[in-house]
């Protein structure tokens, strides 16, 4: 039986330099949304609709967040996860579960905003990201 | 697609997952290039500081010496800075890194034996529960015995 989803999510931070603030938002190359992982330091912590437009910008870059990352680190961190393939071109990262595949590689590729991953049993799933 | 709204308990535990960053992490209070030296000072969140050859830190190896001289601290001190040169360096990922470097292996090993030794765990509270219900830690057994 399938149980608690997961998401493997790559941290990046955001500045504001005029209150000297930081914030840490998390994105994935598997699923659209953004997280708030934390704040410092505490003495300048911005007001809650401030972080509430800063995730709304990530959002609406997410496709850059990712091709910077990719570009920088060579990696979407999906390798050795398991995932459940649901359909053609969907993938969804699980537990370890039956049905579960565990993901070997996974390559992005920015100009088409295309994920490539190729699971330890040799098979592969090309996920468009691109709505 | 417009995305949600984070909630007040969301925001609190972003906070307090900052708070225990700072206290988890090494962090720096300031840094600067030390020419005569060719190395970088770090000055931590316990006031204590880092001298770091240059030419430890790869992302600076090939910035002029003058460039140096606008190292910055991230407000939370977790990072220092090249802005010009849109370069950022962890400060708790640098110094782990060097300071096995810095400390000979043995010094090291005695900070990993006196650590460890300070460690405590469920298995080590049940088992001295269960030796002071027997009047402490029984003897050690020795091997052989003489006649």
Known sequence: MFSRMITVRRMSHARHRGEEWIARVSFSYLSSGTELMSIEPVKNVPMRRV?????????????????????????????????????RG?????????????????????????LHVTFRDGTTEEVRLRP | MSPRQITDAEFAAAIATGRAQADADIRAQAVRYVPERDAIEVITNHDAGFLIPRAWIGALQEVPTGDLAKLDVW???????????????????????????????????????????????????????ANGRKGGRPPKRKTKQVA
């Open chain 1, 51 to 87: 972080i509430n437009r800063l995730l709304e910008e990530i959002q609406d870059r997410l496709p850059d967040c990712r091709s910077s990352w990719w570009m920088t680190r060579r990696t979407t961190c999906l390798a050795n996860q398991w995932a459940m393939v649901r359909a």
């Open chain 1, 90 to 114: 969907k993938v969804v990262v699980s537990d370890q579960v039956p049905g579960a595949q565990q993901i070997g590689d996974a390559q992005y590729e920015p100009t088409t905003e295309r």
């Open chain 2, 75 to 129: 407000p939370d001190g977790s990072a220092i800075e090249l802005e010009d040169r849109d370069i950022q360096i962890s400060v708790h990922g640098l110094l782990t890194a060097v300071l096995p470097a810095m400390l000979p292996p043995r010094a090291i090993a005695a900070i990993f034996a006196s650590r460890g030794g300070q460690a405590t765990s469920d298995a080590k509270k049940t088992s001295a529960r």
